[in-house]
């Protein structure tokens, strides 16, 4: 495979067999079994924090610059990142805990 791809290429796939490499780990030898440590909050705090911090502060950040520029595709584009981060937060709500 050396002679079909170049070495930027090739520096490129790195990352998609340590991928392989990983799942491939994780789902057969299933490290973790039942010792993972999920409680039910960490979800909700976790996705309000990365997931809808991050679309509020795009949304932010979008409004901004259509207020400077006038270009409605950011505008339109920080709406839907807002609406992608308040939808994975606001789906906490539904789903419930497991007995397993």
């Not at 339109?76 to 906490?92: E, I, Y």
Request: charged fraction near 10%; charge should be positive.
């Amino acid at each position: 495979m050396v002679f079909l791809v170049g070495k930027l290429t090739e520096a490129g796939l790195i990352p998609v067999l340590v991928l392989a490499v990983s799942v491939g780990f994780v789902s057969l030898l299933d490290p973790f079994g039942k010792w993972a440590f999920n409680p039910p909050n960490l979800t909700l705090i976790l996705n309000a924090l990365f997931l809808t911090g991050t679309g509020i502060i795009v949304a932010a950040v979008s409004a901004k610059s259509y207020l400077r520029q006038g270009n409605l595709n950011i505008l339109l584009l920080g709406s839907a990142v807002l609406v992608s981060g308040l939808a994975s937060f606001s789906c906490r709500t539904g789903i419930k805990r497991s007995n397993t």
